[in-house]
């Protein structure tokens, strides 16, 4: 069965550090997500992506972060100065068509000390 | 805004009892509605979906949901569970034309005692 693959699977950075989290998402989807979980919360959509661009965004989703796809297999999600409060699990997950549900992938868990 | 509830945040149940997992939603269109389950150390699988048609869906491992429209409700259930069953379930709603993110519950964590 076709997965989606985030690397790496914990991280652990410097708070005001950069990071990049990676995704591949299955390679006949269109749609592409990222979520987030910090511990002990619920699941928390952060952004869609369709057609090389942004098609939604949560108020989660602020100016330190930013996603991309910079070939045709990656999707990346980066935030550029971390915080601790962005310590959490992040998910990426894809779809061919969004309404049937989409694939997520395992997640990476970052922790910024 | 959508926003999805789910009110048994713990549940304990004994292997062969019966399940049912609440979940209301608050959205005024049409709707998508998902159950996922988060075995301990995994990803979010997709146990079942609903956008049309017939409102009991049945999906993997036994479970099933019902979609109530008159109730926002989307309920999860399953006749006998399994000790294997123990994990963490979510319900999550989005719009009906689908593109967009996936609203989620706060999960319930079902524990599922030998």
């Known amino acids: 069965e076709p997965e989606v693959t985030q690397t790496p699977s914990h991280q652990v950075t410097q708070m005001g550090q950069e990071v990049i989290l990676r995704c591949v998402p299955i390679?006949?989807?269109?749609?592409f997500y990222w979520y987030r979980q910090i511990l002990g919360q619920k699941v928390e959509f952060l952004v869609s992506f369709y057609n090389n661009e942004i098609s939604e965004k949560s108020e989660i989703f602020d100016d330190q972060f930013s996603v991309e796809r910079p070939d045709g297999s990656n999707f990346t999600l980066k935030i550029r100065s971390t915080k601790l409060e962005d310590s959490a699990m992040y998910f990426c997950?894809?779809?061919?068509?969004?309404?049937?549900?989409?694939?997520f992938g395992s997640g990476t868990r970052l922790t910024v000390v | 805004a959508q926003s999805v509830s789910q009110h048994n945040h713990h549940v304990i149940l004994s292997e062969a009892a019966s399940l049912e997992l609440g979940c209301n939603y608050s959205y005024g269109g049409t709707v998508n509605l998902f159950w996922y389950v988060q075995y301990p150390g995994q990803h979010l699988q997709l146990l079942l979906k609903y956008f049309s048609g017939d409102p009991l869906v049945k999906g993997i491992k036994g479970f099933e949901a019902e979609f109530i429209k008159s109730k926002f409700s989307f309920n999860l259930r399953k006749p006998s569970v399994q000790w294997s069953d123990t994990a963490e379930y979510f319900c999550?709603?989005?719009?009906?034309?689908?593109?967009?993110?996936?609203?989620f519950g706060k999960g319930t964590h079902l524990i599922i005692q030998p």
């Open positions: 999550a709603v989005n719009s009906g034309g689908g593109a967009d993110g996936l609203t």
């Open positions: 390679s006949n989807h269109l749609y």
């Open positions: 997950a894809s779809s061919d068509r969004p309404n049937y549900g989409y694939t």
